[in-house]
């Protein structure tokens, strides 16, 4: 009995230490692609001093209201998929746990955004399964949205992603929108308790609901590219070309740093896909400085709405009834 009852303890250690060095191996690896970046621009100072840059600060407000308006659609996205799990929230008391949660992006590791909203969740009457379920969902609405957005609106000069043309990828691209079929949400929710052992919900939406909240996420990342492309011209001019190619950028390099999975909020690898991308349009030193400076404007519309709803009350946000009928 002594030996099995020391075991996860020691388990419970190994687990610690490697949840550390996951931590410490994020946080390094970020430093170090931003470390380069400002090396990069550092090293061509000249150039970018030479720039005409043209601050606007009317402008660069503007693009932040619209970036937090952005956020709020995924808020409200994010609420439909709830109502596709059979549960009603009210929209604030969500976009306080959206919110709040949001900020555990900036720890290594994709989890700690689900921990921080289970634990929020709870405190509106949500059970952390159906939150853990419904933020996998959004999840994979919202990659796919940036997806089909980046697939058509990417700047012209890129003509091939992964080594496929571009324009092979937008005639397969209508074939994405099966990935919101229920079987496939229902495996892919299969294998997140099978790999994490955590209890989830089972996604109650069918084709059509599924194609609706893919084009929905489309619409957001296409105000979120929007408010980029009003953050860059508020610093720099372009062209109103631009627009198309500068959404499609802000979509893909989202894709990219979400997919590094060791790195925190994608930090250094979607400032590296977003200087390589915005690099089509002016010099890349100056492509690298707005990358950079990108982060920091993410991060005000991040915390601007989260230290509003910190200080606002969290009552129960349910409006399903005992038997867990939505209300319409």
């Given at each position: 009995?002594?030996?099995?009852?020391?075991?996860?303890?020691?388990?419970?250690?190994?687990?610690?230490?490697?949840?550390?060095?996951?931590?410490?191996?994020?946080?390094?690896?970020?430093?170090?692609?931003?470390?380069?970046?400002?090396?990069?621009?550092?090293?061509?100072?000249?150039?970018?001093?030479?720039?005409?840059?043209?601050?606007?600060?009317?402008?660069?407000?503007?693009?932040?209201?619209?970036?937090?308006?952005?956020?709020?659609?995924?808020?409200?996205?994010?609420?439909?998929?709830?109502?596709?799990?059979?549960?009603?929230?009210?929209?604030?008391?969500?976009?306080?746990?959206?919110?709040?949660?949001?900020l555990g992006r900036y720890i290594p590791g994709k989890v700690w955004q689900f921990v921080g909203a289970a634990h929020?969740?709870?405190?509106?009457?949500?059970?952390?399964?159906?939150?853990?379920?419904?933020?996998?969902?959004?999840?994979?609405?919202?990659?796919?949205?940036?997806?089909?957005?980046?697939?058509?609106?990417?700047?012209?000069?890129?003509?091939?992603?992964?080594?496929?043309?571009?324009?092979?990828?937008?005639?397969?691209?209508?074939?994405?929108?099966?990935?919101?079929?229920?079987?496939?949400?229902?495996?892919?929710?299969?294998?997140?308790?099978?790999?994490?052992?955590?209890?989830?919900?089972?996604?109650?939406?069918?084709?059509?609901?599924?194609?609706?909240?893919?084009?929905?996420?489309?619409?957001?990342?296409?105000?979120?590219?929007?408010?980029?492309?009003?953050?860059?011209?508020?610093?720099?001019?372009?062209?109103?070309?631009?627009?198309?190619?500068?959404?499609?950028?802000?979509?893909?390099?989202?894709?990219?740093?979400?997919?590094?999975?060791?790195?925190?909020?994608?930090?250094?690898?979607?400032?590296?896909?977003?200087?390589?991308?915005?690099?089509?349009?002016?010099?890349?030193?100056?492509?690298?400085?707005?990358?950079?400076?990108?982060?920091?404007?993410?991060?005000?519309?991040?915390?601007?709405?989260?230290?509003?709803?910190?200080?606002?009350?969290?009552?129960?946000?349910?409006?399903?009834?005992?038997?867990?009928?939505?209300?319409?």
């Amino acid at each position: 009995m002594g030996g099995s009852g020391s075991r996860p303890r020691v388990d419970g250690v190994a687990d610690a230490r490697g949840s550390r060095a996951r931590r410490v191996v994020g946080i390094l690896f970020a430093a170090a692609a931003l470390g380069f970046l400002g090396l990069f621009v550092v090293e061509n100072l000249e150039e970018v001093r030479a720039h005409p840059w043209s601050v606007r600060p009317g402008l660069l407000l503007l693009s932040i209201l619209i970036n937090v308006a952005s956020l709020s659609w995924g808020v409200r996205v994010w609420q439909l998929v709830l109502r596709r799990l059979a549960v009603a929230v009210r929209f604030l008391p969500l976009a306080r746990v959206w919110f709040l949660s949001s900020l555990g992006r900036y720890i290594p590791g994709k989890v700690w955004q689900f921990v921080g909203a289970a634990h929020l969740g709870g405190l509106i009457g949500i059970q952390a399964a159906v939150v853990v379920t419904s933020l996998a969902v959004h999840t994979a609405f919202f990659l796919l949205g940036a997806l089909l957005v980046a697939v058509y609106l990417l700047p012209a000069p890129v003509g091939e992603l992964g080594g496929v043309p571009i324009e092979a990828i937008r005639w397969m691209t209508p074939l994405l929108i099966l990935l919101a079929h229920p079987a496939v949400i229902g495996g892919g929710l299969r294998l997140v308790r099978r790999v994490t052992g955590a209890a989830v919900a089972d996604w109650r939406g069918n084709l059509m609901d599924g194609a609706a909240l893919a084009l929905l996420s489309a619409v957001g990342w296409c105000v979120s590219g929007l408010a980029f492309f009003l953050f860059v011209l508020s610093l720099t001019p372009l062209p109103s070309s631009a627009l198309g190619g500068i959404v499609g950028a802000n979509a893909l390099a989202f894709v990219v740093g979400y997919v590094v999975f060791i790195a925190p909020a994608g930090l250094g690898v979607k400032e590296a896909a977003l200087t390589a991308l915005l690099a089509f349009y002016v010099p890349a030193p100056v492509a690298a400085l707005l990358a950079v400076a990108a982060r920091l404007w993410m991060v005000a519309a991040e915390i601007l709405p989260a230290l509003a709803l910190l200080r606002a009350p969290a009552p129960s946000g349910i409006d399903a009834d005992a038997h867990g009928r939505v209300e319409t």
